[in-house]
């Protein structure tokens, strides 16, 4: 879980739209805590838009939100709030609590990759723990090399594959040692890298050829 500290506060026509003090990973659709900017602001809230601009209320006819061009204002993030109006002012002790929770692949997807017929107990709570790791590494992986990709929805196809081979091979080194240091008196383990093919379907860097 990340935790940013704000920069600004404001509320108008029931929506909230706050800023934090350093760029941020939050996109439209992200689940966001609130904290320490007092009521109506503090809760958990669902991010509808990332403006630029400084917000100056919505239309009432059709709900649009109007923004003033001629102010820019960054690191914004703005949610339905249902308050009476506050006006923009700089604060800078709220939190923003922001846990992104990737969900392109199951337990259900490695298992049907490996081949494994009907998981058991134990296989299946390590399974969706391979889920859960090749999601959020794979995620972070692509955002490392500049993607913008949905917590919720795979990008593509081939994006989802890799990331269901990269939870098989999770899976695949359960009970494994080679990829612990050595003892004194036994040979050297070995570390694997991410395989290039896992590579070549998230579309992140090749690897370096010498």
Known sequence: MATYLTASKQLLDNYACISTLEPTD???GDSVV????????????????CPQY?????????????????IAIPNQILFACTGADVDFV???????????????????????WIGIGTATAGDTTFLTICAA????FCF??????GYSDSLTTVPSQDVKLGTIMYGGS???????ITDFAS????????????????????????????
């Open 183 to 210: 003892f004194d008196g036994m040979s050297t383990g070995s570390t694997s890298g991410l395989s290039p093919l896992v590579k070549q379907l998230l579309g992140v860097d090749r690897p370096q050829v010498a």
């Open 140 to 145: 972070r992986r692509r955002q490392e090399v």
């Open 54 to 70: 400084k917000y100056t209320g919505t239309d009432s006819t059709t709900g649009e939100w109007f923004f003033d061009e001629t």
């Open 170 to 176: 999770l899976y695949r080194q359960r009970g494994s």
């Open 133 to 136: 790791a090749a999601n959020a």
């Open 26 to 28: 939050i996109q439209v």
């Open 90 to 112: 700089a604060i800078y002790t709220g939190t923003v609590a922001f846990t992104p929770i990737c969900t392109w692949i199951t337990a259900t997807d490695i298992e049907d």
């Open 34 to 49: 609130v904290g320490s900017l007092g009521a109506p602001f503090n809760g958990t809230f669902t991010v509808l838009a």
